[in-house]
C-alpha cells in the first residue's frame, strides 16, 4: 500500500480513530528503540522515481468453503 493511501484511511478501535499511515510509520523514537524491527516503510520503483509504500499482510480465521467454477 502506497503512503498516499494509506494516509487517507482511519481505523476505528474501541470508539477512537487511527490514521493507518501513523501506526505503520510509528511514534518519533520508535526506530531508535526498536532497530531490529524496522524499517517497516519500503519503497517501491515509481514511473516519476521512488514511490514511500508498506506491505501489508493479514491473518484472520474463516471456515472453508467449496470452490465453485464459474
Known amino acids: 500500500m502506497t503512503r498516499a493511501s494509506a494516509e487517507t484511511v482511519d ?5 477512537a480513530n487511527y490514521n493507518l499511515w501513523a501506526m505503520v510509520e510509528g511514534p518519533e523514537g520508535c526506530a531508535e528503540n526498536h532497530s531490529e524491527l524496522l524499517p517497516s516503510v519500503d519503497e517501491l520503483a515509481g514511473p516519476d522515481g521512488p514511490i514511500e509504500g508498506v506491505w501489508l499482510a493479514f491473518n484472520a480465521t474463516a471456515s472453508r ?3 465453485v467454477p464459474p
Open 11 to 15: 481505523i476505528e478501535v474501541s470508539g
Open 65 to 67: 468453503v467449496a470452490l
